[in-house]
């Protein structure tokens, strides 16, 4: 059963660093990745989605990579602002199961001005 | 765009009542989806309809059923709801790799 660790569970900077969230999946036949962004009470807004044949995917400031051989992938974020304070889920979904995802928990990250 | 359309938005239920939570999308998408988040956890997977006529369970079907008579809806039913059933519900549906969320409905069994 594929299981998604999101590390760590909660992150406090200040506004202007970069940083990076972790996920690690423990079944590495993935069809593709997708990091999720959540703002409290509202829904999930896609970020970005990786296809298990590719490295990494860009947008904006944000940058994720994927290393499906050791069941990890990471969101780079540049330049932290504080309208990027949110909850960030990762998801995988398997070879055979389309986009059924399996989620991990989130990290919660808030920007501090 | 409307995308993903839930309702309703919150709603709260006494215990063994029953409601339905509506589900529509305008993409054409085949695949739909619910979900489950309960506070502080990850989504877990109800149950998913891969067109219309097709379902299948998910990770945590219990004491939950869906319908899917037409590509646009896809409406879950509690029954006899519990305290254990309450948590965000949100619906997705994809074309069949990425997937696009609804707004969720939260639901609160007393």
């Known amino acids: 059963k594929q299981e998604v660790t999101q590390i760590p569970a909660a992150l406090s900077v200040p506004e202007g660093e970069n940083l990076v969230l972790n996920c690690s999946f423990t079944?590495?036949?993935?069809?593709?990745l997708q990091w999720f962004r959540q703002d409290p009470g509202k829904g999930l807004t896609s970020l970005l989605l990786i296809q298990s044949s590719q490295r990494e995917q860009t947008s904006g400031r944000l940058n994720a990579s994927l290393d499906k051989s050791s069941g990890r992938s990471t969101l780079y974020i540049a330049a932290s602002q504080p309208g990027d304070s949110a909850t960030y889920l990762c998801a995988v979904s398997g070879v055979t199961s389309g986009s059924r995802l399996t989620f991990g928990e989130g990290t919660q990250l808030t920007v501090n001005p | 765009n409307a995308g993903v359309t839930q309702t309703p938005k919150f709603r709260i239920l006494k215990i063994g009542q029953s409601m339905t939570l509506q589900c529509t999308q305008d993409m054409n998408h085949n695949y739909m989806y619910w979900y489950r988040q309960d506070p502080g956890m990850g989504l877990k997977l109800i149950y998913y309809s891969v067109g219309a006529g097709i379902t299948d369970k998910g990770e945590v079907p219990n004491g939950y059923n869906v319908s899917r008579s037409t590509t646009e809806d896809f409406p879950l039913r509690l029954e006899l709801a519990a305290p254990s059933q309450t948590s965000v519900y949100f619906c997705?549906?994809?074309?069949?790799?990425?997937?696009?969320f609804g707004q969720g409905t939260r639901l609160t069994v007393v």
């Open positions: 079944d590495s036949a993935i069809y593709n």
């Open positions: 997705a549906s994809s074309p069949y790799t990425e997937a696009f």
